[in-house]
């Protein structure tokens, strides 16, 4: 078995690139010695375009010429400076993505077009465009976007041999994942998702790096911060000091000769960091997380001693508190035996060589992590979000539902879509807006708008009125100004001399994990169920908490009974209504 799809994670701090072996193992590539490539781009003396270590070392000499955590940029309309060019999120992704394809390229010795790509399961339409952009720009179909914290889960699936509900709580160096996943031998089902785009272990390196440089500010009167060249080397001791205190009680932060005093004198940071410290400061980062632990499973409608297992994924989650935090909030000790910062590439690997036809003895069913809709007007003409794909919803999705227009002689409609869990479309965030005009004077008012969200979460709208006809459609991803160049045309490639790629097989065997479980067998999985018995859970459960106004009561108790016995449709009406009451 083998394949030509590569699986990426590209990540906030590294990325890395997987492929499936002739035996069918997942293998990260290892470039320049590393299977991590740092997520860095740089330009060189000469403006050659350095990627991985390469600009990390350039970074310490020309910092204004870096450029680092690129993704919490994706989906923002900007260009940064990158040397004398001026470079969009997606552009300095796409060159990222192309060190990861050089890599793969040069292992298998032919060109690589083809990839699936990981990305956070919190990831909005325009950050998963952004990512898509990227790829076009790299030279690289995306077969799919797979959402991270759903990747790792299908590494830890292939070879489970149960039925086991797990919580996935992945921490990046840049963005926060949790989800609940029903696992059986041959599928593995998204159940929730919940996160937060904006906390990763950068943050707690932030935080470091901030107390550290108050303190330097108190004794020396120089603001760290506020300097371009000595920030990034405070942040990297900070990050250095982080990571020794997962093994240890002490660290410090210590960069020689960082700056010098108004009289010359040379001036070293060296400031103390002891584990408990370090824990009080990220106790409100953690905590945070906590609570998207207890949303995703508040949405699975499941407690803690539900779960069978807690897996930890990314590598923030090697600092020890955090485990400790979640033993002590989930009762029970979380696992994790396939190695944090490698699983989400392994599980990207696998979803490759499926879908490259692969036997690989799982499936994955995803689903979309947040509600989305377009705005109307309610009998009182107040403006509200309609959901048409309700948060949870597997995919891919397709919903339609009948709008209509306020008077005959409404010749346009405007409508906005949006993304997000409020009835309040400006506390939702709106993905892009049509316009239907010059609709005929007629007396059919009907507006139909079809809803279609793609595998990898990409959503597609139509608007059709049934007067005349008129007609139009998004692709939501074309609201983002497309470049239409790749990188070669635009002088962008990275230098391809840093490539230098062995194969590492990964560690991902059951037979690792602390509870063994024998190899796994592979079977044709079931057609994906739908979202039918947590709909009706969740109905039952409202109904039984009396919190309802009787009118709720009764339409509630009138769409679970149609629900049950009916349609597609009437679960979806079911779905809207909870939607409201909930
Ligand atoms: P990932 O995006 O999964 O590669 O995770 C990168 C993040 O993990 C960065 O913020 C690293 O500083 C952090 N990290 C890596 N190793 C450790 C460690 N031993 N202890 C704490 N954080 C770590």
């Known amino acids: 078995m083998s394949t030509a799809v590569m699986g990426i994670d590209l990540g906030t701090t ?36 350095l990627v991985g270590q390469p600009a990390v070392n350039n970074e310490l000499a020309a910092p204004q010429k870096t450029l680092r955590w690129i993704k919490r940029r994706m989906g923002e309309q900007i260009s940064l400076p990158l ?57 690289l179909e995306v077969l799919r976007l797979v959402n991270e914290p759903t990747a790792a889960a299908m590494a830890y699936a292939r070879g489970n041999q149960r039925d086991e509900r797990w919580l996935v709580y992945d921490l990046g160096g840049g963005t926060f994942d949790v989800s609940i996943v029903d696992c059986s031998p041959s599928v593995m089902e998204v159940r929730a998702s919940h996160g937060d785009t904006a906390l990763g272990g950068h943050d707690i390196d932030l935080l470091i790096a901030r107390a550290a440089a108050a303190d330097f500010a108190a004794q020396h009167d120089i603001q760290l911060e506020s300097d ?90 090697r600092m020890p508190r955090i485990a400790q935090r979640l033993h002590e909030e989930l009762g029970m000790p979380p696992q994790q035996w396939i190695d944090p910062d490698q699983v989400v590439a392994i599980g990207a690997a696998i979803e490759a060589a499926l879908l490259s036809g692969d036997q690989v003895g799982i499936q994955a069913v995803d689903i979309t992590p947040h509600s989305l809709g377009i705005d109307a007007m309610n009998s009182t003409g107040t403006l509200h979000m309609v959901p048409l794909i309700p948060r949870g919803a597997p995919l891919p999705c397709s919903m339609n539902r009948l709008f209509h227009r306020v008077h005959e002689a409404q010749s346009t409609i405007d409508v906005g879509v949006y993304q997000g869990e409020s009835r309040d479309p400006h506390a939702c965030l ?126 509630l108790l009138q769409a679970l009974a149609a629900a049950r016995s009916g349609t597609t449709s009437q679960r979806q009406a079911l779905a809207d209504l909870l939607y409201f009451l909930e």
């Not at 010359?264 to 953690?286: F, K, Q």
Request: glycine share 4%; aromatic share 2%.
């Open 14 to 49: 590294h990325s890395e690139v997987a492929l499936i072996n002739e035996q069918g193992e997942p293998m990260l590539l290892s470039i320049n010695g590393s299977v991590l490539l740092p997520s860095v781009v740089s330009v060189d003396a000469e403006n050659r375009i």
């Open 83 to 139: 040397g004398n060019r001026l470079v969009t999120p997606p552009m300095v992704s796409s060159m990222i993505l192309s060190s990861l394809k050089q890599a793969a390229e040069q292992h298998l010795g032919h060109e690589v077009h083809q990839a699936v790509i990981t990305v956070p399961a919190f990831f909005s339409d325009a950050q998963r465009s952004a990512t898509q952009q990227a790829a076009e720009l790299a030279g």
């Open 228 to 317: 371009p060249l000595l920030w990034p080397q405070v942040i990297a001791a900070a990050e250095a000091a982080k990571i020794r205190l997962s093994g240890a009680n002490q660290a410090r932060l210590r960069v020689e000769y960082l700056t010098q005093s108004s009289d010359g004198t040379p001036l070293h940071l060296d400031w103390p960091l002891s584990r408990e410290t370090l824990e009080i400061m990220v106790a409100p980062l953690i905590e945070r997380s906590l609570l998207s632990v207890h949303e995703a499973l508040r949405q699975a409608n499941l407690r803690a001693s539900d779960l069978a297992r807690v897996l930890l994924v990314g590598g923030a989650t």
């Open 430 to 555: 709106e993905l892009g807006r049509l316009r239907l005009s010059d609709i005929p004077d007629d007396e059919d008012l009907s507006v139909l708008c079809r809803f279609h969200l793609d595998r990898s979460g990409i959503l597609a709208v139509e608007v059709e009125s049934g007067a005349g006809g008129k007609r139009a459609n998004i692709q939501i991803e074309r609201k983002l100004a497309r470049e239409n160049k790749n990188l070669a045309e635009l002088g962008l490639l990275p230098s391809p001399s840093q490539v230098n790629v062995d194969a590492q097989l990964t560690n991902a065997n059951w037979e690792d994990a602390s509870d063994p479980e024998p190899s796994p067998v592979a079977s044709e999985p079931p057609e994906p169920s739908c979202a039918a018995d947590d709909l009706f859970m969740r109905a039952q459960n409202l109904l039984d908490s009396r919190s309802l106004d009787p009118d709720d009561a009764e339409d």
